[in-house]
């Protein structure tokens, strides 16, 4: 606390949002994997496993639309710890009897995991806005790229989180610790963050939800089919395909994949220094084009190497990991051009629509990784991942070029 004190308000402020948003992140990540791997190990197919994420994705979506709009105008401390309360009541869903883990139940557990996530993670991602200086731009990219990489970094150990502690302390032991953990960081919350934090000087109407400006509109639009592009083979198909074919266990398969989101998180947080600040450019569209389309390589690659049986699995995992890296620059891109899209006065309401596509496209991933690969395996997963990654770049070529 006393060293907190000391800083400036705004960085102090920011720190306190990462912090919320770490320790959110952490938990999420740990509860998806949990969920995957339990749900696999009592024998449920990929696609009722992609079913249990349905509301989590669907209510993502709904949540961005609006949470955007109630942020601009109750401010976004009240939405993140709105969130924080929501993802703990959502963990205290998930502590009654095995009996009573049914289908219905979980998806019910996992709506409010999504409505809370994603309250948060527009919090966090406006609240930037709010506490950089208008013309700092550079500044700005860096914070975001911060912020965004970290996220993932710590989503990433939440994935080897989740598959320790169901190793170690069983479902509902698990869950128990998250609960708990995250209440203690919600009382903080309510304790430390500034109450009129991203609260727009003009009460915005309902009616404005929906964005005006054809910048944010088209980056909406590619983020949808980039994050469907990353989801339809990582959410569902990936774990299962890891755990069924490859015979590997809860450790392997949560270790990996932590340490996956772990490098994406890394390389996020310094994609500022390998898109242009280095040289004193800021990008724009031509470089979402560009990367766009460079990542659409990889799941090319990767599907013929499976289908003509050329190291398949070697080329699985390697391209696995460059696809992190590669996405990586392409998420932390999209995130600093949104937040430098968004309005000065209600950031939270552009920066809401875009996550609201984001959510999108994610609930489409979900789904069509659990039926693709439950009808015709990871391969199909590959080639619909490379076909939204060229619609995501083809969109690209109408955002401004810087």
């Given at each position: 606390?006393?060293?907190?004190?000391?800083?400036?308000?705004?960085?102090?402020?920011?720190?306190?949002?990462?912090?919320?948003?770490?320790?959110?992140?952490?938990?999420?990540?740990?509860?998806?994997?949990?969920?995957?791997?339990?749900?696999?190990?009592?024998?449920?197919?990929?696609?009722?496993?992609?079913?249990?994420?349905?509301?989590?994705?669907?209510?993502?979506?709904?949540?961005?639309?609006?949470?955007?709009?109630?942020?601009?105008?109750?401010?976004?401390?009240?939405?993140?710890?709105?969130?924080?309360?929501?993802?703990?009541?959502?963990?205290?869903?998930?502590?009654?009897?095995?009996?009573?883990?049914?289908?219905?139940?979980?998806?019910?557990?996992?709506?409010?995991?999504?409505?809370?996530?994603?309250?948060?993670k527009m919090?966090?991602?406006?609240?930037?806005?709010?506490?950089?200086?208008?013309?700092?731009?550079?500044?700005?990219?860096?914070?975001?790229?911060?912020?965004?990489?970290?996220?993932?970094?710590?989503?990433?150990a939440g994935f080897f989180l989740g598959g320790a502690l169901l190793t170690l302390l069983g479902f509902q032991g698990a869950i128990l610790v998250m609960a708990v953990a995250l209440g203690l960081v919600w009382l903080l919350s309510l304790l430390l963050l500034k109450e009129d934090l991203g609260r727009a000087k003009?009460?915005?109407?309902?009616?404005?939800?929906?964005?005006?400006?054809g910048a944010v509109n088209y980056l909406s639009a590619a983020r949808m089919f980039l994050f469907g592009a990353r989801d339809v083979?990582?959410?569902?198909?990936?774990?299962?395909?890891?755990?069924?074919?490859?015979?590997?266990?809860?450790?392997?398969?949560?270790?990996?994949?932590?340490?996956?989101?772990?490098?994406?998180?890394?390389?996020?947080?310094?994609?500022?220094?390998?898109?242009?600040?280095?040289?004193?450019?800021?990008?724009?569209g031509r470089e979402a084009f560009l990367w766009a389309s460079g990542l659409l390589l990889l799941p090319v690659l990767i599907a013929l190497s499976l289908t003509n049986n050329v190291y398949p699995h070697i080329v699985l995992l390697a391209g696995l990991l460059i696809f992190g890296g590669v996405f990586a620059?392409?998420?932390?891109?999209?995130?600093?051009?949104?937040?430098?899209y968004a309005r000065e006065d209600g950031a939270s309401m552009d920066v809401g629509f875009y996550y609201m596509a984001n959510a999108m496209g994610r609930l489409i991933g979900t789904v069509l990784s659990g039926y693709l690969f439950q009808i015709a395996g990871l391969t199909a997963c590959l080639w619909v991942s490379a076909?939204?990654?060229?619609?995501?770049a083809v969109i690209s070529l109408r955002l401004p070029r810087a």
């Open positions: 606390m006393a060293v907190l004190s000391r800083l400036t308000p705004q960085l102090r402020q920011y720190l306190i949002v990462t912090g919320n948003y770490w320790a959110f992140t952490l938990t999420d990540g740990a509860l998806r994997m949990l969920v995957v791997l339990h749900f696999h190990q009592l024998g449920y197919s990929p696609l009722e496993i992609a079913l249990l994420f349905l509301f989590y994705e669907f209510f993502g979506v709904v949540t961005n639309l609006f949470g955007g709009w109630l942020g601009a105008r109750i401010g976004l401390n009240k939405t993140m710890n709105i969130g924080l309360a929501l993802q703990v009541v959502a963990l205290g869903m998930l502590l009654v009897p095995a009996a009573m883990l049914t289908v219905p139940w979980v998806m019910l557990a996992q709506a409010l995991s999504g409505i809370a996530k994603d309250l948060n919090s966090a991602k406006s609240s930037v806005k709010q506490l950089v200086p208008a013309n700092a731009e550079g500044t700005l990219y860096k914070w975001v790229a911060i912020l965004t990489g970290s996220k993932n970094a710590l989503k990433g003009n009460k915005p109407r309902f009616s404005q939800i929906f964005s005006k400006s083979w990582f959410v569902v198909a990936l774990p299962v395909y890891l755990a069924s074919t490859l015979g590997w266990d809860h450790w392997s398969v949560g270790g990996f994949l932590a340490l996956w989101i772990i490098g994406y998180g890394i390389i996020q947080s310094i994609a500022p220094y390998l898109t242009g600040k280095r040289s004193g450019r800021l990008p724009g620059i392409n998420s932390s891109l999209h995130s600093y051009l949104i937040v430098s076909l939204f990654l060229a619609t995501a």
